[in-house]
């Protein structure tokens, strides 16, 4: 039965907040400013035995410091986002970094557009092209690792995007789930072309992620920080507002 206007009850008194403290962190800074040095830190002195720094991929940066660090990559990395979720067994996790995770997303974007229905033809091997209704086997198709994988980005009018950045919002959820709290590492993409309000040409810094999923990634984060340095010290700005 749907509710009619005479039965809907209005809310009159404000909820209190569900929580009073920020849950997921978002740092992003210019390569070389000193992400991998607070981050390490945080394994070693603050949170000593209760944090933990999950590398993407060939991520070195961490080679020259001590520090509690998961190297994973694409291929278990949902695994051990299911892990850590069923055993929670950190109260802090860094992501370190989201470069390296845009492009999973798009690569594992790729995949799920090849394993749908319209998407079935896309990187298939060209003598191994499939009657109507005949099933593929997963050696006919173009790897990721193969010189002639072309990516769901390569569809006509951005269509393949939506597949990338849906594999990337997934996942992305999955990430936030996996400790208290949760810290995402991130590089800065400077654009110099961006025009102001008033047509003036200004820079503006993004996280360097593409698109869509980058805009989702800083919406549903609490806390968006760039570090910065300033007479060898390294520090953390929250503004936000173009200046």
């Known amino acids: 039965k749907l509710m009619s206007e005479k039965e809907r009850v209005w809310p009159r008194k404000p909820r209190p907040a569900l929580r009073e403290e920020p849950q997921t962190f978002l740092i992003q800074a210019f390569p070389k400013v000193g992400k991998s040095c607070i981050a390490a830190a945080l394994t070693t002195q603050f949170a000593a035995g209760k944090s933990a720094v999950v590398t993407l991929g060939d991520e070195g940066s961490y080679d020259n410091h001590s520090v509690n660090e998961i190297n994973v990559t694409i291929g278990g990395f949902e ?128 996280l360097d992620v593409t698109g869509n999923l980058g805009k989702y990634i800083c919406k549903n984060t609490d806390v968006l920080a760039t570090m910065k340095r300033k007479k060898g010290e390294g520090f953390l700005v929250f503004k936000t507002a173009s200046s």
Do not use: Q
């Open 79 to 206: 695994k051990l986002l299911d892990d850590l979720i069923a055993e929670k067994p950190y109260d802090f996790v860094i992501f370190d970094h989201l470069s390296e995770f845009d492009s999973w997303s798009e690569t594992l974007g790729t995949v799920r557009y090849c394993n749908s229905t319209m998407g079935k033809g896309h990187n298939l091997k060209k003598d191994t092209l499939p009657k109507l209704g005949m099933n593929v086997a997963p050696h006919n198709y173009w790897l990721p690792k193969d010189a002639n994988f072309e990516s769901v980005h390569s569809l006509p009018n951005g269509f393949g995007y939506r597949w990338s950045k849906d594999e990337g919002i997934r996942l992305f959820k999955k990430m936030k789930k996996v400790a208290k709290y949760v810290i995402f590492i991130g590089h800065i993409k400077l654009d110099r072309f961006t025009k102001d309000d008033k047509g003036t040409v200004v820079n503006s810094a993004y």
